[in-house]
């Protein structure tokens, strides 16, 4: 499966679903920024190209699966954002050695884990 110009997923249905993803599965969305999130962001954060913004109803819910890259909550003015009248969290996703990738936008409505990959 091959998924790709996405800058933004809308699971608003009405009714309760998974959402599983790791930092290939962001990376490989899209390469344009979701414009409305990256004008909210401060200037650590906009620059990013991997910017993906995930809205949802309340009882959906992500997982995402850091491996050598991990999802860290964004602090400061970028914690959380106002985006189509929905609260966002954002989460960094950063390399190694700390450096940011990228990030996605989380509706706050969406339950959001983050779990660690096994090393195989």
């Known amino acids: 499966l091959n998924i790709s110009g ?3 997923i809308d699971k608003t249905n009405g009714e309760e679903t998974e959402l599983f993803l790791t930092p290939d599965d962001i ?4 390469t344009t920024p979701d ?3 990256a004008a909210v962001l401060t200037a650590a954060l906009s620059g990013e190209s991997e910017l993906v913004t995930l809205f949802g109803d309340p009882g959906d819910s992500v997982e ?3 491996d050598i890259r991990t999802f860290t909550q964004a602090t400061g003015a970028d914690a959380t954002v106002t ?3 929905q609260n966002v969290d954002v989460y960094e996703i950063r390399d190694g050695g700390g ?6 936008g989380i509706d706050q409505d969406i339950s959001v884990t983050i779990a660690t990959a096994p090393i195989a």
């Open 35 to 37: 414009g409305e999130l």
């Open 6 to 8: 996405i800058e933004v």
């Open 64 to 66: 995402l699966t850091q």
């Open 83 to 85: 985006l189509d009248g």
């Open 27 to 30: 990376f490989s969305f899209s």
């Open 99 to 104: 450096a940011i990738l990228g990030a996605i």
